[in-house]
């Protein structure tokens, strides 16, 4: 009964590579996030998406791309793999309409990413 | 300036010991708090949730907003070895999907 699941849970590949990360989330949660958590612990948002639209796109190289099939998953799709994009990548989600529990937000089990 | 200040740690205590882990933060906007556990290699895990100011309580922990000081706290009365692990403070303002996190403060209980 996992919240949010991704997958893989370890990814390792050589720069250049395209490889892709899946969310699913069985909240039923209409907001879904991707994180990139860096060596030093810091979370840094990357996107989300809101009943399937984009709502935050932050300063993210164009090699990144995100994807919404439906509100209870959320892919990320890596082209052309450098190495400063090792790090652990965070799939989240959380109610944002009114409901018992709004705005708490829930991590999935992170995807260890490392380009070689 | 950050939004979000956070003391990185790491902050070492006796088994036991009552912890306090803070964090300020500049936007007066923000009107939703979390604070997350993260064990190594693992998610952050939700811990406490506040609208607002105020104090709430779930067992061990006890996390309060203080608005009018932008100042938030998270209280772990006595600490166990299990508590060692990454804290996280996250933020919120209303109208917004952006959560804004803290750097996190490593905590390690000596057994």
């Known amino acids: 009964d996992t919240a949010v699941s991704q997958t893989p849970k370890y990814l390792v590949t050589q720069m250049g590579n395209d490889k892709s990360i899946k969310c699913e989330q069985n909240l039923g949660h209409d907001t879904m996030y991707w994180y990139k958590q860096d060596s030093k612990k810091f979370l840094k948002i990357m996107f989300s998406y809101n009943n399937k639209e984009l709502i935050i796109n932050e300063t993210v190289p164009n090699r990144f791309s995100p994807k919404s099939p439906d509100k209870a998953h959320l892919n990320l799709h890596i082209n052309s793999l450098e190495l400063g994009d090792s790090a652990v990548y965070f799939c989240?989600?959380?109610?944002?309409?009114?409901?018992?529990?709004?705005?708490?937000?829930?991590f999935g089990p992170g995807t260890r990413l490392t380009v070689t | 300036q950050k939004e979000v200040e956070q003391d990185p740690g790491p902050l070492s205590v006796p088994e036991g010991a009552i912890v306090s882990l803070n964090c300020t933060y500049s936007?007066?906007?923000?009107?939703?708090f979390m604070w997350y556990r993260q064990y190594s290699r693992k998610g952050p895990e939700l811990l406490m949730y506040?609208?607002?100011?105020g104090n709430k309580e779930d067992g061990r922990f006890t996390a309060q907003v203080d608005k009018s000081s932008k100042y938030i706290s998270l209280f772990i009365r006595d600490s166990q070895p299990s508590d060692s692990a990454t804290y996280l403070c996250a933020m919120r303002a209303s109208g917004t999907y952006k959560y804004i996190f803290g750097t996190g403060t490593r905590l390690k209980v000596l057994a």
């Open positions: 936007n007066s906007a923000f009107q939703y």
């Open positions: 506040t609208y607002s100011s």
């Open positions: 989240a989600s959380s109610q944002d309409s009114q409901g018992a529990r709004p705005y708490e937000q829930y």
